[in-house]
């Protein structure tokens, strides 16, 4: 019976590794579903698809995650296989065999039935996660994949040199938001980092501005002019994103394009 006995454990630790795999695969920024196709692949040693393998072998945290998982996968395949094969080796007798076959294929049921249960499975996963995120730095986020950064936006440090149009005005004033641009940190020229910055915070020449979106426009914005030139740049940007974002064109505001007219006019 003892060999019977290391065959459930065998088979327990490794639906406990699995899940464990599954849930840090998960901290790492992937879905559930992916996550726990990924764990079973893994330990099972089936293939994956070329955007899948892409996406762990260039992310430190889950390539580890993989390898550890493939190398307990080939550990607990071969235990598994031989308590199994002493486990039908032993029987003296008929009777003995059909005992540990009909006991084998009954816990082998208890199991199916308790990995199926939507209940154990969110109690274990809360746990789990809990002691990963207590004790472990699992949950480094795979950004380039939440941010996009790997199609058309990116995140650049952008130098405001003099005579640049963002320099000497405010994030509020700046208004990139229309343009599609999210100013997420500044950069001053004494080392002094203001993140997420407000409104109200202001951009002087000398700072470096820390900004995600399109690559296109955050390239039109390392030279945009100062005055009136760099304002009308604003307003076809702002006008680009809102045909991109699928909205109709806007009339111009006269109002505000006066409005940049006399607050270029008064800076110079």
Same mark, same amino acid.
């Given at each position: 019976m003892a060999s019977i006995v290391s065959f459930f454990v065998i088979i327990l630790v490794s639906l406990? +590794? /699995?899940? /464990?795999a599954a849930i840090m695969l998960k901290l790492t920024g992937m879905s559930d579903d992916i996550a726990k196709f990924q764990a079973r692949s893994a330990f099972t040693t089936t293939g994956f698809t070329s955007r899948e393998t892409e996406s762990i072998v260039n992310h430190p945290v889950r390539r580890k995650i993989i390898l550890n998982l493939m190398l307990l996968g080939n550990v607990g395949l071969v235990s598994f296989m031989s !308590? %199994?094969?002493i486990t039908f080796v032993q029987p003296s007798t008929d009777t003995?065999? %059909? %005992? #540990? +076959?009909? =006991?084998? /294929? @009954? *816990?082998? %049921?208890v199991?199916?039935?308790?990995?199926?249960s939507r209940l154990l499975d969110r109690v274990l996963s809360r746990i789990i996660e809990r002691f990963l995120r207590r004790f472990t730095r699992v949950y480094a986020k795979d950004y380039d994949s939440l941010l996009f950064? !790997? *199609?058309e936006f990116e995140i650049v440090k952008l130098p405001v040199r003099e005579g640049n149009w963002l320099a000497g005005r405010t994030v509020a004033e700046?208004?990139?938001s229309d343009e599609g641009v999210l100013i =997420? *940190? +500044?950069? #001053? @020229?004494?080392g002094y980092y203001v993140g997420v910055p407000r409104g109200s915070t202001s951009i002087y020449e000398g700072d470096e501005v820390i900004l995600y979106g399109r690559e296109e426009v955050i390239r039109g914005l390392s030279d945009r002019p100062v005055g009136e030139a760099g304002d009308t740049q604003h307003l076809q940007a702002v006008e680009v994103q809102r045909v991109f974002e699928g909205k109709p064109k806007q009339k111009q505001d006269k !109002?505000? !394009?006066l409005f940049g007219r006399v607050f270029s006019r008064g800076r110079g």
């Open positions: 406990l +590794v /699995v899940r /464990v !308590s %199994l094969i003995d065999l %059909l %005992l #540990r +076959v009909a =006991i084998i /294929v @009954g *816990g082998l %049921l199991l199916y039935l308790i990995s199926r950064l !790997s *199609g700046l208004q990139l =997420i *940190g +500044v950069q #001053r @020229g004494d !109002s505000r !394009s």
